[in-house]
DNA sequence: TTCGATGCAAATAGTTTGCATTCTA
DNA sequence: TAGAATGCAAACTATTTGCATCGAA
């Protein structure tokens, strides 16, 4: 059977956060469920846009407005975090495992990372600068292994 | 010999940049000159605003259009740099010393550091994920010690 | 003289805000 | 029913673009 490109919402994380925002006296409203649910159903990091277009087919006439101040809430509520790519973009995604991200400046690529690789540096900074990293709030940029690798064939 | 606060501008700096600007048949004009000693004047880093309210005092007259464009040139002719700080601001500075930078989430201070810090990370993401750092394009988010030490006080 | 750089104005993108209305709890 | 959340429209900030003009080389 061909591959469903449909994403698959995971209706346990939703129900998850549903639950937290009750508990901290917030409402459940059509507008946050549609959120929570575009925001559960892939891996991908997606901008306040992206979020904006995918509530838009399961949930319609949800303003833009809402879908920025209810991110905001989200992000205030521990439930959503969100991430500073290159060139301003945020990127928000349900809070799972904190990770690091590695973002491609050729391409835009965002690669995961477990924060175990930064965990060093981290603490390099706490020695040296008094500064404690927030390893998964900002990507580091650089170039993807297929971006460089198009590089050196090109420069031959 | 105590530091001077007021910000200098550097002429070998500028004259250095507007030799290299020449060299690659780029034209030397009134809003390049200007935007490179703004550039020049401190270590501090400057968003395309800051160079523009600069800009406008020892160069009135020069469009924002302008601004914009001519830090786009001279990123692109490798005698400025730009980083990414959170919030999606890009700050300029001219290219010396490349360097990290830290930015602190709740005070904004960014704090520069030498990229031997990263050298590490840098080598394992190349390692395991074969994606090349590039440790200066942008900043790592975090909290510094005042803010840090603010923030102990207040939970107690 | 030529063509890159600039000024201007308008367009665009992304995000925020005031206010009246709706709807959860 | 109260007040949080939303819809709407308009304001705002930051940045970009088309086009005619200017000026460095």
């Not at 975090?81 to 973009?89: D, F, I, M, P, R």
């Not at 940029?141 to 690798?149: E, I, M």
């Amino acid at each position: 059977m061909a591959a469903r490109t449909v994403p698959t919402r995971n209706a346990a994380r939703v129900a998850t956060a549903v639950g937290e925002l009750r508990a901290q006296g917030s409402r459940v409203t059509k507008a946050r469920v549609a959120i929570l649910e575009v925001l559960s159903t892939s891996e991908a990091h997606q901008s306040a846009d992206d979020v904006a277009k995918a509530v838009g087919e399961i949930a319609p006439g949800v303003h833009r407005a809402t879908i920025y101040r209810t991110l905001d809430s989200l992000v205030s509520a521990g439930l959503v975090a969100h991430t500073h790519l290159g060139h301003g973009t945020a990127v928000y995604q349900l809070t799972i495992a904190p990770h690091a991200h590695l973002q491609c400046q050729r391409c835009g690529l965002v690669i995961d990372v477990p924060q175990s690789n930064l965990r060093a540096v981290g603490k390099r900074l706490l020695d040296d600068f008094g500064f404690t990293l927030d390893p998964g709030h900002s990507a580091l940029l650089g170039v993807c292994a297929s971006c460089r690798q198009a590089d050196v064939l090109q420069s031959v």
